[in-house]
């Protein structure tokens, strides 16, 4: 938060997509066929797409969850059909370490 904007996390945190993936409250990824299973806790991702900015090993926000990727099965740096997906990644497990504090 800026002295020139007390305002500026509040007004991030209430502009969050559903179907993003955000780090240090930036939009890192695009979430496709999200699936939550508390009971395994759990988020499997059919792909992830603008994905440049996103660092695995670091703890990840979906929605109102803290999440961590844990498996990613497929990986590709351009879809030729797509070329504005950015990275690609397909096949992806995250766990559930816990809700985010909002």
């Known amino acids: 938060?800026?002295?020139a904007n007390p305002n500026a996390?509040?007004?991030?945190?209430?502009?969050?997509?559903?179907?993003?993936?955000?780090q240090n409250?930036?939009?890192?990824?695009?979430?496709?066929?999200a699936e939550v299973d508390l009971e395994a806790k759990?988020?499997?991702?059919?792909?992830?797409?603008?994905?440049?900015?996103?660092l695995l090993p670091d703890e990840c926000e979906y929605?109102?969850?803290?999440?961590?990727i844990r498996k990613v099965a497929f990986a590709a740096s351009l879809d030729?059909?797509?070329?504005?997906?950015?990275?690609?990644?397909r096949g992806v497990v995250a766990e559930i370490l816990g809700h985010r504090e909002q």
Do not use: C, H, W
Request: glycine share 4%; proline share 4%; hydrophobic share 35%.
């Open 1 to 3: 938060m800026s002295a």
């Open 9 to 22: 996390l509040s007004a991030n945190a209430t502009a969050r997509q559903d179907d993003a993936i955000y």
């Open 80 to 89: 030729k059909n797509v070329p504005r997906k950015g990275r690609v990644l």
């Open 25 to 33: 409250n930036e939009r890192v990824a695009r979430t496709v066929e």
């Open 42 to 54: 759990e988020i499997r991702f059919g792909e992830l797409y603008e994905s440049d900015p996103l």
């Open 63 to 68: 929605q109102k969850y803290r999440i961590l």
